[in-house]
């Protein structure tokens, strides 16, 4: 689990603020996952991202929420225009991907994001 | 999608005391994940278990695809065992996305 790497691990914005929440999979992992979790919910998924490419989206809401993952760098979730329904906790996971596309999945630590 | 139901929603137990934990679901799946969520509030892999049986120090799971539920066995309970269990599952269908239960609230005393 210490293999993703998240940041930051607190995240305080006004609303109207833009939010950045990075990812860097475990080594060796090319697949990376966003989920959010509300207090007192199970995680949501939000998008399944590969290298420069977005495999399912549908978990997203359609509006101000974006995520890439491009071929140098982190993964990137950024939110616009922040509200307050926003707060939650982020969570990143990546598996290794391949031939098989169901794999274990492994969590970083999160992101808390506080809307005020 | 599939439903994922964890039973019970909360647990309060005794140090000392054996618990099993439950996660049905709607469809079939193709992979299941237990976590254990800790205080701090980071999520931690317990099994992967797809179907079988499989145990690590004092936790096991078994998954019953066929019959579309897992359960988590937890001997000895600890309270560094406190915290939300959660179960996830895929389907083929979605690729790689995990779907998750509501949890059970694990709470030991000592």
């Known amino acids: 689990n210490a293999g993703v790497m998240q940041n930051p691990r607190h995240l305080v914005r006004r609303r109207g603020q833009e939010a950045r929440l990075r990812c860097s999979p475990m080594?060796?992992?090319?697949?990376v996952y966003w989920y959010r979790q509300l207090p007192e919910e199970g995680l949501k998924f939000m998008v399944y991202?590969?290298?420069?490419?977005?495999?399912?989206e549908s978990g997203m809401p359609k509006e101000r929420f974006s995520a890439e993952f491009p071929k140098e760098g982190p993964s990137i979730l950024r939110i616009q225009q922040v509200v307050r329904g926003d707060s939650a906790a982020y969570f990143c996971?990546?598996?290794?991907?391949?031939?098989?596309?169901?794999?274990?999945?492994?969590f970083g630590q999160g992101t808390r994001l506080t809307v005020v | 999608g599939i439903q994922v139901e964890q039973s019970p929603p909360d647990l309060i137990l005794q140090e000392g005391a054996n618990s099993t934990l439950r996660c049905n679901f709607s469809?079939?799946?193709?992979?299941l994940q237990w976590f254990h969520q800790n205080p701090w509030g980071q999520l931690i892999n317990l099994f992967y278990?797809?179907?079988g049986t499989k145990q690590n120090g004092r936790l096991s799971a078994t998954t019953v695809a066929t019959e579309r539920y897992s359960l988590l066995y937890i001997s000895s309970s600890q309270t560094t065992d406190s915290g939300v269990y959660f179960c996830?599952?895929?389907?083929?269908?979605?690729?790689?996305?995990?779907?998750f239960g509501r949890g059970t609230q694990l709470t030991v005393w000592p």
């Open positions: 996971a990546s598996s290794p991907g391949g031939s098989r596309m169901n794999t274990e999945a492994f």
């Open positions: 080594k060796g992992h090319s697949h």
């Open positions: 991202l590969q290298k420069e490419n977005i495999i399912d």
């Open positions: 469809d079939s799946v193709n992979n």
């Open positions: 278990i797809p179907s």
């Open positions: 996830a599952v895929i389907r083929g269908s979605t690729l790689g996305r995990l779907y």
